[in-house]
């Protein structure tokens, strides 16, 4: 269901939940079709470019696994010729009020989607499932064509270099270190915020109340942490970076990773990403 933060707009929500619904169907059946054209025998793939894939969920909504679902595929198989795929999935919280309490659910995520909103242009508002791409094209996460359109569109911007590395968790610590160079102009208007987020995969929940009773939901890239580890100036190109992370110790150690993307503050456009698996 496609849930507003407003409380008075959620009657208005039970016709989304139905064309979620369907476009969840499509997403199951068309996921192979989301290829761009496959190159041929002894031709070369075209160089893939690094997109950025913003899940907004919750295990409280009925719409969401659909969406997680086939941001899952999107990881796994990254079935769109010149595209790389980087997903990160933020589990909000205004949806524990309804009989669940999703237990990846932050406020500072919905916070996060929240302030798309102030930037994206999108006729439901704040809604679950809502995949953000570049941090400027807002769609349902479940449809599969506009999930593919974005992703496209997306990737034709020009980029920065970003390259990432962390250290092998020890002592419940990793030390990510972020290289960024190229910067290129339209982001060079304000300040540009170095991000990075601590993903989780393979985490699965048994849900016992509100819309998901009786499934067991599984989930990739789920955000664990979400931190800001520096910035460049208007006029800057490039900088180093690093910072130690914090782990907490019911995170499953081999399962996590880590996306460095690179925020203008004011626009909220994201003009580079990259991934590491810890250590």
């Not at 999935?89 to 659910?105: A, I, K, M, Q, T």
Request: neutral net charge; aromatic residues 6%.
């Amino acid at each position: 269901m496609l849930l507003s933060l407003e409380h008075s707009r959620i009657p208005m929500t039970y016709f989304r939940h139905f064309v979620a619904a369907a476009l969840a169907v499509t997403a199951v059946v068309g996921l192979q079709r989301l290829t761009t054209g496959q190159a041929g025998p002894g031709e070369a793939r075209a160089p893939r470019v690094a997109v950025l894939a913003e899940l907004f969920t919750s295990e409280g909504c009925s719409s969401c696994p659909a969406a997680d679902d086939l941001l899952r595929r999107l990881i796994a198989d990254q079935p769109i010729d010149g595209v790389e795929v980087i997903a990160i999935s933020e589990h909000v919280d205004y949806w524990n009020r309804l009989g669940w309490r999703d237990p990846f659910s932050s406020p500072r995520f919905t916070e996060r989607q929240t302030e798309y909103a102030t930037t994206i242009a999108s006729p439901n508002g704040v809604y679950t499932p809502q995949l953000v791409v570049d941090g400027r094209i807002g769609v349902v996460g479940s449809d599969l064509s506009e999930v593919r359109r974005a992703l496209i569109d997306a990737a034709s911007g020009e980029r920065a270099t970003v390259m990432i590395s962390a250290t092998p968790p020890a002592a419940l610590a990793t030390t990510v270190r972020v290289s960024v160079s190229t910067l290129p102009p339209v982001a060079r208007e304000g300040t540009t915020r170095v991000m990075i987020a601590i993903v989780e995969d393979n985490l699965v929940t048994d849900v016992t109340r509100g819309e998901n009773a009786r499934r067991r939901l599984r989930h990739d890239a789920v955000v664990r942490a979400l931190h800001t580890i520096g910035s460049l100036d208007a006029g800057e190109s490039a900088g180093e970076f690093s910072k130690k992370i914090e782990l907490d110790r019911d995170w499953s150690a081999r399962h996590l990773r880590v996306v460095a993307f690179l925020q203008n503050e004011r626009t909220h456009r994201i003009v580079g990403v990259a991934s590491a698996k810890l250590g």
